[in-house]
């Protein structure tokens, strides 16, 4: 059976950078509680006109760049995103539009921040079979327009924020590089430590919206700290282990560990916790908060430009998200 391999990567990240100082001036916070608690000292916000397949596209258009593929030789997109330019259609629709590919499959996946890893699975199986050739993923959020810098919104306002990475898929034709394997898991029990009420079907009620929906909150965020934090540290630290054993390798065989890029003392954490050396990792999140989806895209381009990740290179990729759901991706550079 043919092989798969990563044949491009792009970003795009909006030139406004909000500092924790900026931050500041939205809600009652600190610097200094936001770094001790983050470790996120700035991100970037979009400006009012630029949607989630905005992003997405100018992202997209860097991949296929980077890969030397035109447009029209992409044979199936897939979108990842909390952050949609509306309810519906799937926002694939309008980031397929915008990049003129007409008539090719679209999927949208709500995957949260494990969504490069699910897509990446999901791409691999197509290639892999022969259904398409060249499969393009795209994670965009606009996570500035879900701010809520209420008491009971802050713990997550304060790690916002936008931007969006695209990977390309294709055969691997002989090359020594491809994907390794994808490992996914879920957990819905957990469902609502880290969830938005509505609007939503599971109201008891018929309409959609209500006022007391916006006036209490139930269309903003809302988190359980601790247990997202606990469960992120349990489930990433599982990630990488269950990887490793699954392909028979150690640490050591590693040469980049790329995770979701969180919260730094979550990170620091899955470190301690699998023993995986600092300068085999590729942290982002001080520079640009937690992007959901956005982040894990963004920290493996930006990891291959930086020279941290080389053309032979095994990457392992893992994940954590709302829902719960995690995983992992080992890739072969």
Known sequence: MPGSRIIGTGIYLPPKVV?????????????????ERTGVRCR?????????SDLGAAACRAALEDAGIEPQDVDMLIMNTITPDHSDPGCVC?????????GIAALDIRQQCTGLVYGLAIADHFVRAGTYRHVLICCSE???????????????AILLGDG?????????DGSPAGIVSTILHADGTLAKALYTAAPGSALGRKQHITHEDIDTGRIHF???????????????????????NRNHLSIDDIDVLVPHQANLRMLEAILERTGFPRNKVYINVEQYGNIASASLPIALHEARHAGMVRPGSLVL??????????????VRM
């Open 164 to 172: 969006a990475g695209a990977v390309l898929v294709g055969p691997s």
């Open 142 to 156: 606009v996570l500035s327009t879900r701010i809520d810098g209420s008491y009971e919104g802050r713990n997550i």
């Open 222 to 244: 809302r988190m359980e700290g601790k247990t997202v934090f606990d469960n992120g540290v349990q489930r990433m630290s599982e990630a990488v282990h269950e990887a490793l």
């Open 44 to 52: 970037r916000h979009a400006e009012a006109e630029w949607s989630a």
């Open 19 to 35: 500092t924790n100082f900026d931050v500041m001036q939205m809600m009652e916070t600190s610097d200094e509680f936001i770094v």
């Open 94 to 102: 309008f980031l397929q539009a915008k990049l003129g590919m007409p």
């Open 317 to 330: 990729l893992v994940a954590f998200g709302s829902g719960f759901v995690w995983g992992s991706a080992l």
